[in-house]
């Protein structure tokens, strides 16, 4: 009978914790998360105190002081001393939330003496993350596929919070971010940690965190940063200090191996076929959030790609922008984000995709020549 | 013929008021003007509520069903500037336009003429920043908080047409708070001392002077931005030496005394409604006068409140925090005498008061939220989520809107010389209640699980938050209707209304036949 009752318990506790994750502030994996949860549970019960005893007056005097049940108001329309007891005891409330809520902040803000740090950059729409006791950096976009989002295909469990590479970090260290962004002002928000900082362009703003249980965290950008504000997701994969180490030696082995293959890549050429089919997928993923999938853009917003002067004729023009943006506009320096494989398919995809035919074939040597180093 | 004969009489007796569309165009008459004002009001908060019809109507279900995240950016945005410099703003100044000169005992405005210039360059703006809608690259998509660098470098050409447009509010506003305050400080009627005023006329007096603080500092913010954006400089560029945040500090010093503009008149209207309803005078005036006062003041310390997460150093961080959770304590006096002067009087619920009663709950309920958010280590999880939206709404719909609503129920009888009907205006009230927190209680919920605002689209976990709140949205917008029309019927016709309908109501609007005269109180009244 009681082992019955207790599984039956056992069973309903992830429902009971994921009812109250969905109606309330989590209390995150960190302690900072838990005092944080704390306070705006103690200032949440506060209100309700406060709550019960205006709102209960006014229903009281609502009731009770009707004019069928009160036909003579009173008259008095002043006193001195209740004024000043409701004036110093919300006052004397406020102190006493006020000190806990500053030694929290304190906590919060002292970013020293941290174990790892990355660098985190937002750009429209994907992040970067960089580690500085390490040769690792990479791009995190959205993983999640248009036709889910354009209610073509069923929606996955985590829609829109799923990215293609997750930010890696150990557990029980302390891990300090330093946040900035490439164009607009964007926010790297981890709910379980409770680090929300805003990601300025020019400056560097610091916030740090310290998980204690191994596990996959979801957040978003919090700051409206443009059209694809709602599509850039932030996730973190917290990992035993043994395994992170482990992957962030593989990691490291894999990115020094590319470069080396990127060297050995510009004696080689690849075909129509490969490039298009290669620069379909790199166009999907990186251009098309502002130049459609059409190649059409948005008139006024963002340029068309589709039988444009640069496209059909242009072609060192077409290179140079693609590797290294264009500055005082949304087009972003591609250079750093794509191989030069990559690079080449969808110059290559563009300049004969959607009727363009141009029939020109970029390789990773073209494209070489507008890197700057 | 008519031209000349409206000459005439106008040098016969010189208050005829022409007739036809001219008596609107050329009126210095404070009462057509507060009319306008209110009509014109009325129209923006239906533009700007069938747009946020728009955003609710995408959000009903994850996924992009209707519009792209460009457009539904516009709708955000758009429905932003409207809600507050299209539909709150213009309707205080319509009712300062109808009822202060009527409750100073003023024969009108001290300004008549620029008063007709601050309504009638009005809709030009909001045309302008409609019509920008659509322009090739769609109208403003920042947020009407509009920060840089969005607004600046990566915003499209509609930019120029919405800063010119909020360039002619802020002029607008500008003249009708100079007129207020002229109008206060030279045109009470004998006897009618700083403290004998009524708390309105109080309200809106501190009202003025913030409008007049800040209005000037939104046009440098917007100036700023067209020059950054357009003539190469760079304020808020940080290659060229400047600082993305410096807009956020601008903007928000403008921003925050702009939320109490949208809210100190509220006081006033509740302050009058309350103490009528209940047969009682209204509790500590004095205390209210000054707890206006300092909520205006503490309005100017408290801006870096809204910018937490941008990182600042930790000194400022306790400064603000500590500052803004002060404007509690003044805010909490207010609603303390609202309830203080129910207790014991002799309580009637008609609309005016069912709306006075539901702003001092609701209302509360956004300053609890208020209060949540200016403890910083909590707002770090806050910010920027429907926490904030919902926080905000409570305080601007059910708070501001409210009152408003509350107001024109209250004053229409002296308006329209009919009483509105009671039965219609309750239907009004009730379906706005329920579904005005149908609409904005769950977005709570959505915030602190942890969906961030201005999104198109939203992880699974939101959907049946976001179906209930979208379900009290189309029925809050629906409910607005039933208000046309009781307005509608009033104005066309009713039961006479005596100059003073309601038995517990004090002060000189209510010594004046209903409907008010078209010139009232060219002899001051004796205010003893």
């Given at each position: 009978m009681s082992t019955k009752l207790i599984t039956a318990l056992t069973a309903m506790l992830p429902f009971a914790a994921s009812a109250q994750s969905s109606l309330n502030l989590t209390q995150g994996v960190t302690e900072i998360s838990q005092r944080v949860y704390d306070l705006h549970m103690t200032i949440f019960y506060i209100c309700c105190v406060i709550g019960v005893i205006v709102f209960g007056a006014m229903f009281v005097s609502m009731v009770i002081h009707r004019k069928s049940k009160n036909p003579k108001p009173a008259t008095f329309h002043e006193n001195v001393k209740v004024e000043i007891i409701w004036t110093v005891i919300p006052f004397l409330i406020l102190i006493g939330m006020a000190i806990p809520a500053t030694q929290t902040l304190f906590a919060m803000e002292?970013?020293?003496?941290?174990?790892v740090t990355v660098l985190v950059t937002g750009s429209q729409w994907k992040w970067h993350y960089k580690y500085f006791e390490h040769d690792v950096e990479y791009f995190s976009l959205l993983a999640t596929r248009q036709d889910q989002i354009n209610n073509r295909l069923d929606k996955g469990e985590n829609y829109l919070l799923e990215v293609d590479r997750p930010l890696v970090i150990p557990t029980g260290k302390k891990v300090r971010f330093l946040v900035t962004s490439d164009d607009v002002i964007h926010s790297w928000w981890v709910p379980d940690f409770a680090v929300k900082k805003d990601a300025n362009p020019g400056f560097i703003n610091e916030a740090w965190t310290k998980v204690d249980k191994p596990g996959i965290y979801r957040g978003q950008c919090a700051e409206l940063c443009g059209k694809d504000h709602g599509f850039m997701p932030v996730v973190v994969i917290a990992k035993e200090p043994a395994e992170y180490q482990a992957w962030i030696s593989e990691q490291e082995a894999v990115q020094k191996q590319a470069k080396e293959e990127e060297q050995r890549l510009l004696s080689m050429s690849m075909s129509k076929d490969e490039l298009m089919e290669l620069g379909e997928r790199i166009y999907l993923g990186n251009c098309a959030a502002c130049h459609q999938p059409n190649g059409e853009g948005i008139p006024g917003v963002f340029p068309s790609l589709k039988g444009t002067n640069m496209v059909m004729n242009d072609k060192s023009g077409h290179i140079d922008i693609v590797v290294n943006g264009k500055a005082?506009?949304?087009?972003?320096?591609f250079g750093n984000q794509l191989s030069l494989r990559e690079l080449a398919a969808v110059i290559t995809y563009e300049r004969n995709a959607w009727g363009n035919n141009t029939g020109d074939l970029i390789q990773a040597a073209d494209v070489n020549q507008f890197v700057k180093e | 013929m008519s031209t000349v004969a409206g000459e005439m009489d106008h040098t016969d007796h010189h208050h005829h008021a022409p007739s036809g569309i001219t008596r609107w165009l050329f009126t210095t008459n404070h009462k057509d003007i507060g009319s306008m004002y209110l009509w014109f009001s009325f129209i923006m908060f239906l533009v700007g509520g069938s747009m946020a019809m728009v955003i609710r109507a995408e959000l009903f279900q994850p996924g992009l069903q209707l519009v792209d995240p460009h457009f539904f950016n516009q709708m955000t945005t758009v429905h932003g500037l409207i809600m507050v410099f299209g539909a709150v703003m213009p309707a205080f100044t319509g009712l300062a336009n109808w009822m202060v000169p009527l409750m100073i005992g003023a024969p009108d405005m001290a300004l008549p003429r620029m008063n007709n210039w601050s309504f009638w360059i009005l809709p030009f703006a909001f045309a302008i920043l409609l019509a920008s809608l659509f322009m090739e690259g769609g109208g403003p998509a920042f947020g009407w908080t509009f920060y840089a660098p969005l607004s600046t470098t990566y915003s499209s050409d509609s930019t120029a047409l919405f800063v010119f447009s909020v360039h002619i509010m802020g002029i607008s506003s500008i003249m009708g708070a100079i007129n207020v305050i002229v109008t206060i400080m030279n045109m009470r009627a004998p006897g009618m001392t700083y403290m004998k005023m009524p708390l309105f006329v109080w309200t809106w007096f501190i009202t003025a002077f913030l409008l007049i603080a800040v209005m000037p500092v939104l046009a440098g913010a917007v100036t700023m931005v067209l020059t950054d954006k357009y003539?190469?400089?760079?304020?808020?560029?940080a290659a060229g030496g400047g600082d993305p945040v410096l807009f956020q500090h601008i903007f928000w010093f403008f921003g925050h005394p702009e939320v109490y503009i949208m809210i100190l008149p509220s006081f006033g209207i509740i302050s009058a409604i309350i103490p009528a309803f209940s047969r009682k005078r209204l509790f500590g005036y004095s205390s209210m006068v000054y707890a206006t006062a300092a909520i205006a003041g503490l309005s100017f310390i408290v801006w870096a409140h809204h910018m937490f997460t941008t990182g600042m150093p930790v000194a400022a961080e306790i400064f603000f925090m500590y500052a803004t959770m002060l404007i509690s304590v003044p805010t909490g006096v207010k609603v303390f005498n609202w309830v203080a002067t129910m207790w014991r009087g002799s309580i009637t619920f008609e609309t005016p008061m069912l709306f006075a009663l539901a702003f001092v709950i609701l209302f509360t309920i956004g300053g609890f939220s208020g209060l949540m958010l200016a403890i910083t280590p909590v707002d770090f999880q806050y910010h920027d989520t429907y926490f904030v939206v919902a926080h905000f709404h409570y305080v601007l719909v059910s708070g501001a809107i409210f009152s408003i609503m509350a107001a024109a129920y209250y004053w229409l009888p002296k308006w329209t010389g009919h009483m509105y009907d009671e039965t219609l205006a309750k239907w009004h009230f009730w379906c706005s209640l329920i579904s005005v927190n149908l609409l904005f209680f769950p977005m709570h919920f959505a915030g602190l699980a942890g969906m961030p605002r201005r999104i198109p689209d939203y992880s699974l976990q939101f959907a049946d938050i976001n179906q209930i709140v979208s379900i009290g949205g189309f029925a809050f917008g629906l409910s607005q209707l039933i208000f046309l029309w009781v307005v509608i019927k009033c104005a066309r016709g009713g039961e006479k209304a005596p100059a003073k309908p309601w038995e517990g109501a004090e002060g000189?609007?209510?010594?004046?036949?209903?409907?008010?005269?078209?010139?009232?109180f060219e002899t001051p009244p004796e205010v003893k």
């Open positions: 002292d970013t020293s003496e941290a174990d005082g506009t949304s087009m972003q320096a | 003539f190469g400089t760079s304020f808020f560029d000189l609007e209510w010594t004046v036949p209903s409907p008010a005269p078209y010139h009232t």
